[in-house]
């Protein structure tokens, strides 16, 4: 197979590896940066250019989409689909995975397990969203945090006001969720390709930080999941439409709580923690859709 891989770094363990184990299997693989592609996007003869080349005679592309250029590599992507390249995600299901608000509204209406969460726009109501989510100790986040960057503890009742009042002011998107404690600064890394969970990890902040994002200090463990942890990722991801994703669970007193999916999931850690080969089973994937 021909397959590209969208990153915008070749350098990154992820991307190394991808590469590593197409090449294994026999595959020609390369990287291009999304943002340097460029796209002919009349509606007969859709192209996507790279460096005076056309990006033609693809059977696959692997989008690991960064954050900073959700919006422009989400076109790439869709201007592949209209070249009918298959896409391993499809921009619709990156789109959804980056908006948090959106992937937990898709996942509350099809019933599946999340932490009590609340929303609203007018400055007013910042006791009715502390109550609706069973009041403070709460976690407020900013819709397109990443990295645990947008996730602040509001500890008490006052400092969860002051939160909200000061997030409103500045007039982000943000919404309102239940502290899970219990969990004590871990969640589960539920690696899904296709409609496997291929590989899972426990992630466990370091010492004085609630948040588990291995960008924050926090460390990677092999771990076993249960049969429902294991069905609720595999429903997770197929809600979002995406066949490679990573599904991040806590577990909550009331059961496993989901948390978010995100579409271009690190292969460092869990590697690194379960020692699986995770990018293989991702190529092997390509090859049974191809
Ligand atoms: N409701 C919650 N209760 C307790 N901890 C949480 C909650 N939501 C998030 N966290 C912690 O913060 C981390 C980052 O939150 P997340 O929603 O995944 O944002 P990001 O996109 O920045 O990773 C999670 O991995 C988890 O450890
Ligand atoms: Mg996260």
């Not at 602040?152 to 998107?173: P, Q, V, W």
């Not at 496997?196 to 092999?222: D, L, P, Y």
């Not at 496993?256 to 690194?272: A, H, Q, T």
């Amino acid at each position: 197979m021909k397959i590209v891989l969208l990153s915008s770094n070749s350098k990154l363990y992820s991307s190394k590896r991808i590469v590593e184990e197409a090449k294994k299997k026999g595959h020609d693989i390369r990287v291009i940066n999304p943002a340097r592609c460029y796209m002919d996007i009349t509606s007969d003869k859709p192209m996507v250019y790279f460096a005076k080349k056309k990006l033609n005679k693809i059977d696959a592309i692997i989008p690991r989409i960064s954050q900073a250029l959700t919006f422009y590599g989400m076109s790439v992507v869709r201007q592949f689909e209209a070249m009918g390249v298959y896409c391993a995600n499809t921009a619709d299901s990156i789109g959804r995975s980056r908006d948090k608000l959106l992937s937990l509204q898709l996942l509350a209406k099809q019933g599946l397990p999340l932490p009590r969460t609340s929303f609203a726009s007018s400055t007013r109501q910042t006791e009715d969203l502390i109550k609706l989510v069973g009041g403070a100790p709460l976690v407020v986040k900013l819709l397109q945090g990443t990295q645990g960057k947008g996730v602040i503890l509001g500890e008490t009742h006052k400092a969860s006001e002051s939160l909200i009042d000061a997030f409103r002011e500045l007039e982000a998107n943000f919404l309102v969720q239940e502290f899970i404690k219990e969990a004590k600064g871990s969640d589960l890394r539920c690696f899904v390709v296709g409609d496997k969970v291929v590989a899972s990890m426990m992630r466990v902040a370091k010492e004085g930080e609630f948040r588990s994002n291995i960008h924050r200090g926090a460390t990677g463990v092999k771990v076993k999941i249960t049969p429902e942890e294991r069905e609720i990722s595999v429903k997770a991801a197929k809600i979002m439409g995406l066949r490679i994703a990573g599904v991040d669970i806590m577990r909550s007193a009331s059961g496993p709580k989901i948390i978010e999916i995100n579409s271009s999931p690190g292969l460092e850690g869990i590697e690194g923690a379960t020692k699986l080969n995770v990018a293989g089973k991702i190529i092997d994937f390509l090859e049974k859709k191809k």
